[in-house]
């Protein structure tokens, strides 16, 4: 299991997070069957976190670090 990305609508493509930086994103969690167990929507609050601090899972590290900046939705 590995880092999938799905572009659903692609951001800048040339504006990228670097270590360090703080992200905001809203997120919606579902497992393999697609029912969802977390969404920062349902909550009306974004989700913020370091890149690469080990503040998220790798897979949150590793993908965020390649949305381009203002990507409205994306799939990781």
């Known amino acids: ?19 360090g930086q703080t992200v905001v994103v809203h997120y919606t969690g579902t497992l393999a069957d697609g029912s969802k167990f977390d969404s920062s929507r349902d ?20 993908g965020v670090a390649q949305v381009s900046k203002n990507i409205p939705n994306l799939r990781i």
């Open 1 to 19: 299991m590995g880092v999938e990305i799905q572009t659903i609508k692609p951001g800048d493509g040339q504006t990228f997070p670097k270590t």
């Open 43 to 62: 909550r009306g609050k974004p989700f913020k976190f370091r890149i690469g601090k080990g503040e998220v899972i790798k897979g949150w590290d590793s």
